[in-house]
Nanobody, 121 residues
């Protein structure tokens, strides 16, 4: 099993910044992609940004130029730097990773518990 623990959410005024972190832990695992999704009230969960095992990144059009995803050298922690925040960025942000657990020998998707980001106008 792989556990993902997020931190860094909160309340910020429009135009402000927040940095989200997500740390993966567990026993005998290897992570490939890591990413951030968000879900606003009444809406479906959507991809915000993703970073592959090789370091390639992809962003939702709505956040391009404002958000930056990165990961540490050990590739077990992913960050989301969010600048120029807008009220429409308000959502619960979820960390996601695709990981191989050596005990099971299989790849699975794992999710964090979510962290609330609220942007006031």
């Amino acid at each position: 099993q792989v556990q993902l623990v997020e931190s860094g959410g909160g309340l910020v005024q429009a135009g402000g910044s927040l940095r989200l972190s997500c740390a993966a832990s567990g026993s005998r695992f290897r992570i490939d992609n890591m990413g951030w999704y968000r879900q606003a009230p009444g809406k479906q969960r959507e991809l915000v940004a993703i970073v592959t095992g090789g370091g390639s990144t992809n962003y939702a059009d709505s956040v391009k130029g404002r958000f930056t995803i990165s990961r540490d050298n050990a590739k077990t922690t992913v960050y989301l730097q969010m600048n120029s925040l807008k009220p429409e960025d308000t959502a619960v942000y979820y960390c996601n990773s695709r990981a191989l657990t050596y005990n099971s020998g299989s790849w699975s998707d794992y999710w964090g518990q979510g962290t609330q980001v609220t942007v006031s106008s």
